[in-house]
């Protein structure tokens, strides 16, 4: 069974930088898994925020960016916002339409 | 603008079946491959089933494999998700999402964009 798995949670003083990783079982995630991040905060609909490792959605703030990161997908969100306070999820791609979302980081800004 | 809604969702015992559907619009819905995510309770999001833009592919995650099944509608701008023989751990908010195309180094694969505001299905005797 694949694993894809993110920090649980993570604190952030507003303004600073934080880094969400994203890591899967099957070995280091490359461009070929097309990550992508999600944020869901309590009571919305979730709002997908990059795909394709990198690529922003054109209502996705500058300050959020994807990257890979020592064999794992990362999000990176610099000056952070209180609005920023949110669950993230990424997302890998593993062929024959299946995708797994790994097990979300609460990020907490204080 | 990109809408779309789910209903269908409700109390349901064990061993029961329940229809779901999500209604589009402010797109050319045959154009784009869809997908249902849910999330149970306290817990994450799961992707659960995919289709192709004429519903002749369709993919599952093994969780539901079997008791589900995606379809679609393009003339009535509807995806639907059929859920049989129901279990107290498919209870959670499920979300209908539009999936578009991107090309990365030759492989094109189609990746969420726009979700719904979900509908709840709760399995309980």
């Known amino acids: 069974q694949t694993v894809v798995t993110q920090e649980p949670s993570l604190t952030v003083s507003p303004g600073g930088t934080v880094t969400v990783t994203c890591a899967s079982s099957?070995?280091?995630?490359?461009?070929?898994?097309?990550p992508n991040w999600i944020q869901h905060k309590p009571g919305q609909a979730p709002r997908s925020l990059i795909y394709?490792?990198?690529k922003n959605r054109s209502w996705t703030p500058a300050r959020f960016s994807g990257s890979l990161l020592g064999g794992k997908a990362a999000l990176t969100v610099s000056g952070v916002q209180p609005e920023d306070e949110a669950d993230y999820y990424c997302?890998?791609?593993?062929?024959?339409?299946?995708?797994?979302f790994g097990g979300g980081t609460t990020l907490t800004v204080l | 603008q990109v809408q779309l809604v789910e209903s269908g969702g409700g109390l349901v015992k064990p061993g029961g079946a329940l229809r779901l559907s999500c209604a589009a619009s402010?797109?050319?819905?045959?154009?784009?491959?869809m997908s249902w995510i849910r999330q149970a309770p306290g817990k994450g999001l799961e992707w659960i089933s995919s289709t192709n833009t004429g519903g002749f592919n369709k993919y599952y995650a093994v969780s539901v494999k079997g008791r589900f099944t995606i379809s679609r509608d393009n003339a009535r701008n509807s995806l639907f998700l059929q859920m049989n023989s129901l279990r107290v751990e498919d209870t959670g908010i499920y979300y209908c999402a539009r999936l578009f195309e991107d090309e990365v180094e030759g492989l094109r694969v189609d990746q969420i964009d726009f979700w719904g505001q979900g509908t709840l299905v709760t399995v309980s005797s």
């Open positions: 997302l890998l791609y593993y062929g024959a339409g299946r995708w797994v």
């Open positions: 402010g797109f050319t819905f045959g154009d784009y491959y």
């Open positions: 394709s490792t990198t």
């Open positions: 099957t070995g280091a995630v490359t461009s070929g898994y097309f």
